[in-house]
């Protein structure tokens, strides 16, 4: 940990800005889900979808992920979310120093809801996410007891 991860570790998560994870297959331009009454979000079978402040969905992983169903574009009256999309434009990432399993304690909360088989082990405590296999659906997200696993802007 550097010092500045330092720092915004005492800074309250509801200053520091925050990554908002969007569906798969959305555009960058949520301008007309303002004006929407949202159908992606009654429709989503996992109750991940939300909206933000403007009224644009976003994915919280909170209770559960991302199965990729589709429904949301299908419903999205809008065209914002367009259908086909197998990937969120996120990245998931396991906090070494908040993981139980990395303070050695026998944890497989996240590898075992993970469809894409992208979490692998470093011997027995050890939880890394394998990049080229995470789809970001934010599964093993709401089933990590301690809150270790973070969604985070990919970059790349």
Same mark, same amino acid.
């Given at each position: 940990? =550097?010092?500045?991860?330092?720092? @915004?570790?005492?800074?309250? &998560?509801? @200053?520091?800005?925050?990554? %908002? $994870?969007? $569906?798969?297959? *959305?555009?960058?331009?949520?301008? *007309?889900?303002?004006?929407?009454?949202?159908?992606?979000?009654?429709?989503?079978?996992? #109750?991940?979808?939300?909206?933000?402040?403007? #009224?644009?969905?976003? %994915?919280?992983?909170?209770? *559960?992920?991302?199965?990729?169903? +589709?429904?949301?574009?299908?419903?999205?009256? @809008? #065209?914002?979310?367009?259908?086909?999309?197998?990937?969120?434009?996120?990245? /998931?990432? /396991?906090? $070494? =120093?908040?993981? &139980?399993?990395?303070? +050695?304690?026998?944890?497989?909360?996240? @590898?075992?809801?993970?469809?894409? =088989?992208?979490?692998?082990?470093?011997?027995?405590?050890? $939880?890394?996410?394998? *990049?080229?296999?995470?789809?970001?659906?934010?599964?093993?997200?709401?089933?990590?007891?301690?809150?270790?696993?973070?969604?985070?802007?990919?970059? &790349?």
């Amino acid at each position: 940990m =550097n010092r500045r991860e330092l720092f @915004k570790a005492f800074v309250p &998560s509801s @200053k520091r800005e925050r990554f %908002l $994870p969007r $569906p798969p297959g *959305s555009k960058d331009d949520f301008t *007309s889900c303002k004006e929407c009454d949202a159908p992606c979000i009654r429709e989503c079978e996992t #109750g991940v979808l939300v909206r933000d402040e403007e #009224g644009a969905p976003y %994915l919280l992983f909170e209770r *559960s992920g991302c199965s990729f169903c +589709g429904v949301c574009a299908q419903v999205c009256p @809008k #065209g914002v979310i367009s259908e086909g999309s197998s990937t969120i434009r996120a990245k /998931i990432v /396991i906090n $070494p =120093n908040i993981c &139980s399993a990395w303070k +050695g304690v026998l944890c497989f909360s996240c @590898k075992e809801p993970c469809l894409d =088989n992208a979490i692998r082990f470093e011997g027995l405590y050890k $939880p890394v996410v394998v *990049s080229e296999r995470c789809t970001a659906c934010g599964f093993c997200v709401s089933h990590c007891p301690t809150g270790a696993i973070e969604v985070r802007a990919n970059v &790349s």
